[in-house]
């Protein structure tokens, strides 16, 4: 999931660097741990923003940081689930699969996770797309947790804001948290070719992250939650590191506080309209080489990902995930996307994830031996 380099958001960057040396805030940012919520100014700077945009009533206690928001789902997933101290054993329900593979290796106990089989829709031009299957979501005494990545990693899905509403209200009905990992969504990096409004209240957990706005290397992940979650989080920083980094706070501190708006300029006139051709000249090459196979799309709404359906496939997509690596094509196969669902359902191994924020040849290149490598298996 490796974001792009966008040259004009990476100026930026480098100049609140320059900024922060000549204001001499560097001597701070390096030389002191912040407490184990994050660094207080930006985690104030942070409530502000989401409070004039979206009204969410939010103060510096619903805010902590991590490093990275990876390490927030591992604090979150194991602070809910696994074995509980009064001996029970509770999951996390993805009320929507195949969901993000980074997940699926986050339980310090084992079986933490279940998943829910989505229905799909067929669309024109060689796409489909998922929904969630509230007929079939089951939410037992075992659930947690409801979590969803929003748009999701692999599938480029954005689950609507009437489906969002009603796994919003299925939470609270069963007295349990909303989780909605919101990497790639807004307000920023804002990588959604849909229409669809970020929400929270005190039973959601909102996670974000710098790292899809252009900065994976200075690990810090936002999460904005109730006051016991925050608390409990925080504690969890404090024991396992200590204090989160802070140097990615400092980076955009600026940005976030600025009146005129940075962070919304950024996302607006470049990280947006940078994933959204991406993804458009993706689809298109997608729909050029793979027309006389049966491969389809499904439908990109956000994040920076295709996903394809290869109907049929002969051999399982970790067999092509393989033969595709050996013509040094690197994809990620979808059968590690889909957790806890039932073995008799093929479409699970019929798919594959591409990461489409590269170089434009490099992609053309890629798609194209892919199409080669699925005629040969297909004739065979
Ligand atoms: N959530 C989703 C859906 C992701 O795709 C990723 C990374 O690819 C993450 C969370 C973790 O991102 P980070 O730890 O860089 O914030």
Not at 50 to 67: A, D, E, F, H, P
Not at 183 to 188: E, W
Not at 275 to 302: C, N, Q, S, W
Request: hydrophobic letters at 40%; charged letters at 20%; one cysteine or more.
């Amino acid at each position: 999931g490796n974001p792009a380099i966008i040259p004009e958001v990476s100026a930026v960057f480098a100049e609140e660097i320059q900024q922060l040396l000549d204001a001499q805030s560097l001597t701070s940012t390096l030389g002191y741990y912040s407490t184990p919520q994050g660094d207080s100014e930006f985690i104030d700077v942070i409530a502000t923003f989401l409070n004039q945009r979206y009204n969410w009533g939010i103060s510096s206690k619903n805010i902590m940081l991590t490093n990275g928001s990876q390490n927030s789902f591992f604090y979150l997933f194991n602070l809910l689930a696994g074995n509980m101290p009064n001996g029970s054993h509770k999951k996390i329900l993805f009320p929507l699969s195949p969901e993000y593979i980074g997940y699926m290796d986050l339980g310090l106990s084992d079986d933490m996770f279940t998943s829910n089989k989505p229905s799909i829709d067929m669309l024109n031009e060689q796409q489909f797309k998922y929904r969630i299957d509230f007929d079939k979501l089951k939410i037992s005494d075992d659930i947690a947790a409801i979590c969803v990545s929003r748009p999701t990693n692999p599938t480029g899905n954005v689950i609507s804001d009437a489906e969002l509403l009603k796994l919003d209200q299925l939470a609270q009905q069963h007295n349990i948290p909303l989780i909605v990992d919101n990497a790639y969504g807004f307000p920023f990096p804002g990588a959604i070719y849909t229409e669809a409004r970020p929400h929270w209240h005190e039973n959601i957990i909102l996670g974000m992250s710098l790292s899809k706005f252009g900065l994976p290397g200075v690990r810090t992940g936002i999460m904005v939650a109730n006051e016991n979650i925050i608390s409990a989080m925080s504690s969890i920083n404090g024991i396992t590191c200590l204090a989160p980094n802070n140097l990615g706070a400092r980076i955009v501190t600026r940005l976030f506080s600025d009146t005129d708006n940075k962070v919304i300029a950024l996302r607006d006139n470049f990280i947006r309209p940078f994933y959204r051709a991406k993804m458009e000249k993706a689809l298109d090459l997608a729909k050029t080489v793979f027309t006389d196979l049966p491969v389809l799309i499904h439908k990109p709404e956000g994040a920076f990902f295709l996903w394809l359906w290869c109907q049929n496939l002969p051999v399982s997509s970790r067999e092509l995930y393989q033969r595709l690596k050996n013509r040094k094509v690197f994809v990620i196969p979808g059968e590690d996307f889909f957790v806890d669902i039932d073995e008799d359902w093929a479409h699970q191994r019929q798919c594959l994830r591409i990461n489409y924020a590269l170089d434009d040849k490099q992609l053309e290149r890629g798609l194209y031996i892919i199409a080669e490598e699925l005629k040969t298996l297909y004739a065979e």
